[in-house]
Nanobody, 133 residues
Framework: QVQLVESGGGSVQAGGSLRLSCTAY????????MGWFRQTPGKEREGVAA????????YYDDSVKGRFTVSQDNAKNTLSVEMNSLKHEDSAMYYC??????????????????????????WGQGTQVTVSS
């Protein structure tokens, strides 16, 4: 079992920055895939970024490439995402996720198809990001 606790989020004007963090607790002895998803009302949860805690490349959705940067602190089992140049369309509930499926895709940073909700077993409680235009 893995428990995920998120922090960060909030409200910011367009062009601003926010940082989200996610700490994993529990069975974190082996490497696994961690990611960030976001969801707006009436839409499916979409993968924003993902990385393999054992090392490799980071996946970014095209909509956030060059603006979002994911980093990990292995000592603290924490995954963070620095979100810069935020746009109104980035407004959503953001969720941290972890799982043990598609680890090869996760490590390569090249997902075919893109990360899906069903690829991850464990989820954080979600944190709201609101970007005003």
């Amino acid at each position: 079992q893995v428990q995920l606790v998120e922090s960060g989020g909030g409200s910011v004007q367009a062009g601003g920055s926010l940082r989200l963090s996610c700490t994993a607790y529990g069975d974190t002895y082996s490497s696994f895939c961690m990611g960030w998803f976001r969801q707006t009302p009436g839409k499916e949860r979409e993968g924003v970024a993902a990385l393999y805690t054992g090392g490799g490349n980071t996946y970014y959705d095209d909509s956030v490439k060059g603006r979002f940067t994911v980093s990990q602190d292995n000592a603290k089992n924490t995954l963070s995402v620095e979100m810069n140049s935020l746009k109104h369309e980035d407004s959503a509930m953001y969720y941290c996720a972890a799982g043990f499926r598609r680890l090869r895709d996760c490590a390569s940073g090249s997902w075919r198809p893109a990360p899906r909700e069903g690829d991850f077993r464990y989820w954080g409680q979600g944190t709201q990001v609101t970007v005003s235009s």
